[in-house]
């Protein structure tokens, strides 16, 4: 979605309110309209309440010297309503956008193990984040 979308405000409003503290963040950047051309948030519901969200975007956290991109970032799913494959559902949808885009490769930075490698991402390593710490970086074809 963009910030067009009738949902926009609703799905910013339930990021901010989340349990995950980057939640706030996120709400902040949908509120700023800080999403670029071809950028976007996708929101999970359940029977028409916001469940989850996730993002495409350029860049991540990962510092600026590397040159991958795009990124998944900011998944997060309702503590209420894990358990139902929600995360890999909006996976699959932007993996399906992003392909639609043109891009040969998704990227997600994580210090998860064993999440991203179930939706056949596959680990490159620890890389610097723009933080100045480490995370594992992911990649996967399209």
């Known amino acids: 979605m ?21 939640g706030k963040y996120l709400a902040e950047l ?6 670029r051309d071809r950028e976007r948030v996708f929101a999970a519901f359940d029977d028409g309440i916001p469940a989850g969200f996730c993002t ?3 860049k991540d956290e990962l510092a600026p010297k590397y040159p ?7 998944v997060f ?6 358990g139902r494959r929600l995360s890999g559902k909006m996976i699959k949808k932007v993996l399906e956008y992003a392909k639609s885009i043109g891009h040969r490769k ?9 999440l991203y490698e179930k939706f056949g ?3 490159m390593g620890e890389h610097e984040t723009v933080y100045g710490n ?3 970086l992911f990649v996967k074809g399209l």
Request: aromatic share 16%.
């Open 106 to 114: 998704v990227y997600v930075m994580s210090g998860e193990k064993g």
């Open 77 to 82: 799913v309702d503590e209420a309503r894990r």
């Open 68 to 74: 991958y991109t795009p990124f998944i970032g900011f």
């Open 30 to 35: 949908m509120r700023s309209d800080s999403f």
């Open 56 to 58: 495409l975007t350029e």
């Open 121 to 123: 991402f596959i680990p």
């Open 2 to 22: 963009t910030n067009t979308h009738e949902k926009w405000e609703t799905v910013a409003g339930f990021a901010e309110k989340c349990s995950w503290r980057a």
């Open 134 to 136: 480490t995370e594992q």
